[in-house]
Structure formats: structure tokens, C-alpha cells
């Protein structure tokens, strides 16, 4: 009788151990830290029991190294919604290209595909490459989208865009 009450004793002692464990030591299944892009930090959140990683932005997170995946229902944006989309990219120092979009269409966007053209000190191009830009903006909202360009300006170079095309999802009405 002395062996069992023991047992029981060990056994509620262990679980109670444990409880105490995963409350104070391990509160959260994400550990939280940040990485510095430019001048901007970006919170990450790693997922202690797959590793899958993933950066806020403001349009909420996303997953690393993952790209943004059309739904069924996307399609391409008519010419003259995609002409609704609004803003002034930017060349970042680390070889990415940023384009923060207002979107002034009724269609939520999840990819844009815009033209870089750059151009040496003689106004001689240098590169015109498409870019797929990947993220996620409703209507009537700005968000920020990515590519990365795999180089960076050199002095006396300048550049221009222009927007190709849009993968979107259609209003509900449509």
C-alpha cells in the first residue's frame, strides 16, 4: 500500500513539475525577436516546434522565405483597376525593391508586377527586368510589397517603373 501511495505521490509531484514548467519557463509557443532591414526593424516570431519563421508587417505576418500563393479565385486585374494602384517605389540599399501601394481599386491584390529600367550616367540602359512583388493590400488600403532585385544602385545611376500587372481577387459582387 506504501509502494502505491508513493507512485501516486511521484507521479502528482511530476505533473505538477511539468505544469509549473510550461507556465514559467516556456509561456508562449513563438519566441519573439526582430530583424533590422535599412532603418526599419521587423518583428519575427519563431515557432518553437515546427521552426517556421515569420515577420510582421502591416498588413499582419508573414511567412519567411514563403511566397504570397494566389487563391482560386485570383486572376489578373483589368488594365483599369490596375491603374489604381498608387505609390512611388524604392531601391533599398539591400538589394531589395519596396513599393508601398494604395490601392484604389476594388480588388484585394496579392502580387504586382512591375518594370525596372536602369539607366547608367550616359542615359544608357543597363537592365529592364520585370519584378513580381509579392503581399497583400484590400481596397482602399496601403500595404507594402517586396522583391528582391539582386543588386543595388551604383553612383550616377538612375532608374524608372513602371506597373505591368496585378493578381488579384475580384469583388464579391462580380
Avoid: C
Avoid at 508573414?62 to 479565385?73: M, W, Y
Amino acid at each position: 500500500m506504501l509502494a502505491l501511495k508513493k507512485s501516486t505521490v511521484l507521479a502528482t509531484l511530476g505533473i505538477a513539475v511539468f505544469v509549473v514548467l510550461a507556465l514559467y519557463v516556456w509561456p508562449t509557443i513563438y519566441k519573439y525577436d526582430h530583424i533590422k532591414l535599412d532603418t526599419n526593424d521587423y518583428p519575427v516570431r519563431i515557432n518553437r516546434l515546427t521552426d517556421k519563421t515569420e515577420f510582421l508587417l502591416l498588413d499582419g505576418w508573414h511567412v519567411s522565405g514563403e511566397q504570397t500563393k494566389p487563391s482560386d479565385t485570383s486572376r489578373q486585374l483589368p488594365s483599369e483597376e490596375v491603374s489604381k494602384l498608387k505609390g512611388q517605389p524604392q531601391i533599398m540599399n539591400y538589394g531589395y525593391l519596396e513599393f508601398y501601394v494604395y490601392n484604389g481599386s476594388n480588388w484585394d491584390v496579392s502580387e504586382i508586377t512591375i518594370l525596372v529600367e536602369v539607366f547608367d550616367a550616359n542615359k544608357i540602359k543597363v537592365i529592364s527586368r520585370p519584378y513580381r512583388m509579392t503581399g497583400y493590400v484590400t481596397p482602399q488600403n496601403s500595404s507594402k510589397f517586396l522583391a528582391e532585385l539582386e543588386f543595388t544602385l551604383t553612383a550616377g545611376q538612375t532608374w524608372s517603373y513602371s506597373v505591368l500587372s496585378a493578381i488579384g481577387t475580384p469583388p464579391k459582387n462580380n
